[in-house]
């Protein structure tokens, strides 16, 4: 499956974004889609999971409460509503895929990455 994530941008603290990430290739429902975050000299970080069926959904502590994890099965998309962004939201976000998930917070268990979108939270 391919994966093309957008939406990024530059926002000011307390701001809104909504990422989205369009999949191609094969049956969109029957991956589990996850959003991961890269700041500059950390490691890759979990950040949200949605079953296939989208019926599930996982937000980390960190973005409890201000991001949302949805899909549209119709569509082929995934998104991340993003609100209350501070500066220590800044990143590259990554979608990801697999159809078959024994951990959802590791990356390592996702085969299918996007190239990633990069948001810029300014205080």
């Known amino acids: 499956v391919q994966l093309q994530a957008s939406g990024g941008g530059l926002v000011q603290a307390g701001g809104s974004l909504r990422l989205s990430c369009a999949a191609s290739?094969?049956?969109?429902?029957?991956?589990?889609m996850a959003w991961f975050r890269q700041a500059p000299g950390k490691e890759r970080e979990f950040v949200a999971y949605?079953?296939?069926?989208?019926?599930?959904?996982y937000h980390a502590d960190s973005v409890k409460g201000r991001f949302t994890i949805s899909r549209d099965n119709a569509k082929n998309t995934v998104y991340l509503q993003m609100s209350g962004l501070k500066p220590e939201d800044t990143a590259v976000y990554y979608c990801?895929?697999?159809?078959?998930?024994?951990?959802?917070?590791?990356?390592?268990?996702?085969?299918?990455w996007g190239q990633g979108t990069l948001v810029t939270v300014s205080s």
């Open positions: 949605i079953s296939g069926g989208g019926g599930f959904t």
């Open positions: 990801a895929a697999d159809s078959t998930i024994y951990n959802r917070q590791l990356a390592s268990g996702y085969a299918y």
């Open positions: 290739g094969r049956t969109f429902s029957n991956y589990a």
